[in-house]
């Protein structure tokens, strides 16, 4: 039996796994290895006894005993913590689903990695963050890294079989978020109840908010050139309202491959739970004719201030993505605390990014993990006095 990992089980794209590891037969297909989750300590106790998992990890260690408790009967191990995470991340397992939110899933990631497995990578922020360590990581170690995120996964499909030095530009779709049709004007005084709803996709709420302020896309364009290895220039984003297609690779011979299906994170899942096999999948299957027309338009600088930020911080390379996915998580959390409004967190950003770029660290250093981790903690500080300058 396979043995699999889920790390952040009991959010947006845990669930989505778990839902298909059950219609693939749950506990008796799966040897379950870790599952781990947060503050939500009933749901993850239900998933672990649900699929007979080895141990259950909180990352808060004010809830072991909850879990501990929850869990009390049974044969299951609990625990708790950054530390314990990271040691059930080391356990043998053959595919491990990297689907915790933030910076917080690069150590686990990588300790998957080093034990060889199959990391199914929904954890954008660690490729960002490190992207050149964990490929290395995986290369070292006879890993195997793959894409979940649905724009990635789709350039992915796109190329089996074709020569990456065939490829002109990988263009990945934005559905322009919760504020696309808003005028511009208003955009300052959005709310979070506002910036936390999105027009196609159910997701977790911080990845919700990066949608509308095209944070998110900044964080894919840097996945792009991460995992794929193309040069900046050769990465486009497109706004698709309808979310239908979610890549496109060009190739030197003016030949577009694009990849269309329903906004469900269970198609990208499942091709990387069951890759290099396709499995039938419970995802809507598209009617066209019915759908009748698709939409695009380039994305506008004014309303997503926070997009080209991306093409500045590959141009600056070294630990400049590092700096820019510690600062946009620290101005994410201002804007969840009210501390900011919806645009100064594009501003708190590029603050942070300006007053680390005279320090030589940023591009000299090597993207080791001490390093990534000290630029990591060096940018929320810059972020947080960026805040605090700019708080309203
Ligand atoms: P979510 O907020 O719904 O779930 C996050 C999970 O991580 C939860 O299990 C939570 O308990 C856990 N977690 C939170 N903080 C943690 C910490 N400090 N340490 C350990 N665990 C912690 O998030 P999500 O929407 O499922 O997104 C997860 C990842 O997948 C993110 O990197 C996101 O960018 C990426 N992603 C999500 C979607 C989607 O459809 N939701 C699509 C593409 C990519
Ligand atoms: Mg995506």
């Given at each position: 039996m396979r043995r699999v990992s889920i790390f952040g089980s009991t959010g947006s794209i845990g669930e989505n796994t778990i839902d298909l590891l059950m219609r693939q037969g749950g506990a008796d297909a799966f040897d379950v290895v870790a599952l781990t989750g947060g503050r939500n300590i009933q749901r993850l106790a239900d998933q672990a006894k649900a699929l007979r998992a080895d141990i259950a990890v909180t990352c808060y260690p004010e809830c072991y005993d909850a879990l501990k408790q929850a869990l009390a009967g049974t044969q299951i191990e609990v625990a708790a913590g950054a530390d314990a995470i990271a040691d059930a991340a080391a356990r043998p397992a053959d595919w491990v689903m990297s689907?915790?939110?933030?910076?917080?899933g690069l150590v686990p990631g990588l300790k998957a990695l080093e034990q060889g497995t199959t990391l199914a990578l929904a954890n954008k922020e660690s490729l960002v963050t490190a992207g050149p360590l964990l490929m290395a990581t995986a290369k070292q170690h006879g890993a195997t890294v793959l894409p979940v995120d649905s724009e990635h996964s789709a350039v992915f499909q796109a190329l089996?079989?074709?020569?990456?030095?065939?490829?002109e530009r990988v263009i990945i779709t934005a559905?322009?978020?919760?504020?696309?049709?808003?005028?511009?004007?208003?955009l300052a005084d959005a709310t979070l109840e506002q910036a936390s709803s999105h027009p196609n996709w159910d997701m977790g709420q911080r990845i919700t908010i990066d949608s509308a302020s095209m944070f998110n896309k900044a964080l894919e364009v840097i996945e792009v050139k991460e995992f794929?290895?193309?040069?900046?220039?050769?990465i486009e984003v497109l706004v698709h309202?309808?979310?239908?297609?979610h890549a496109l690779v060009g190739f030197c011979d003016g030949a577009l491959m694009a990849h269309l299906g329903a906004p469900d994170m269970r198609h990208a899942i499942g091709y990387a739970l069951n890759w290099p096999r396709r499995e039938k999948l419970p995802v809507e299957r598209l009617d066209l004719a019915k759908i009748g027309q698709l939409n695009f338009r380039t994305p506008d600088g004014a309303r997503y201030p926070a997009l080209h930020l991306a093409w500045d911080v590959m141009k600056t390379g070294g630990l400049a993505g590092a700096a820019f996915n510690a600062a946009k998580e620290r101005a994410l959390d201002g804007f969840i605390a009210g501390e900011i409004g919806f645009l100064q967190m594009a501003d708190v950003v590029e603050a942070t990014l300006d007053a680390l770029s005279g320090d030589a660290g940023l591009t000299?250093?090597?993207?080791?993990l001490d390093n990534v981790l000290q630029i990591d903690h060096l940018a929320r500080q810059r972020a947080e006095q960026a805040i605090r300058s700019q708080s309203r």
């Amino acid at each position: 039996m396979r043995r699999v990992s889920i790390f952040g089980s009991t959010g947006s794209i845990g669930e989505n796994t778990i839902d298909l590891l059950m219609r693939q037969g749950g506990a008796d297909a799966f040897d379950v290895v870790a599952l781990t989750g947060g503050r939500n300590i009933q749901r993850l106790a239900d998933q672990a006894k649900a699929l007979r998992a080895d141990i259950a990890v909180t990352c808060y260690p004010e809830c072991y005993d909850a879990l501990k408790q929850a869990l009390a009967g049974t044969q299951i191990e609990v625990a708790a913590g950054a530390d314990a995470i990271a040691d059930a991340a080391a356990r043998p397992a053959d595919w491990v689903m990297s689907a915790i939110v933030g910076a917080a899933g690069l150590v686990p990631g990588l300790k998957a990695l080093e034990q060889g497995t199959t990391l199914a990578l929904a954890n954008k922020e660690s490729l960002v963050t490190a992207g050149p360590l964990l490929m290395a990581t995986a290369k070292q170690h006879g890993a195997t890294v793959l894409p979940v995120d649905s724009e990635h996964s789709a350039v992915f499909q796109a190329l089996v079989g074709e020569d990456m030095a065939a490829v002109e530009r990988v263009i990945i779709t934005a559905s322009g978020g919760a504020f696309r049709d808003w005028p511009i004007k208003d955009l300052a005084d959005a709310t979070l109840e506002q910036a936390s709803s999105h027009p196609n996709w159910d997701m977790g709420q911080r990845i919700t908010i990066d949608s509308a302020s095209m944070f998110n896309k900044a964080l894919e364009v840097i996945e792009v050139k991460e995992f794929f290895g193309v040069h900046p220039d050769q990465i486009e984003v497109l706004v698709h309202p309808e979310s239908l297609i979610h890549a496109l690779v060009g190739f030197c011979d003016g030949a577009l491959m694009a990849h269309l299906g329903a906004p469900d994170m269970r198609h990208a899942i499942g091709y990387a739970l069951n890759w290099p096999r396709r499995e039938k999948l419970p995802v809507e299957r598209l009617d066209l004719a019915k759908i009748g027309q698709l939409n695009f338009r380039t994305p506008d600088g004014a309303r997503y201030p926070a997009l080209h930020l991306a093409w500045d911080v590959m141009k600056t390379g070294g630990l400049a993505g590092a700096a820019f996915n510690a600062a946009k998580e620290r101005a994410l959390d201002g804007f969840i605390a009210g501390e900011i409004g919806f645009l100064q967190m594009a501003d708190v950003v590029e603050a942070t990014l300006d007053a680390l770029s005279g320090d030589a660290g940023l591009t000299n250093a090597s993207i080791n993990l001490d390093n990534v981790l000290q630029i990591d903690h060096l940018a929320r500080q810059r972020a947080e006095q960026a805040i605090r300058s700019q708080s309203r």
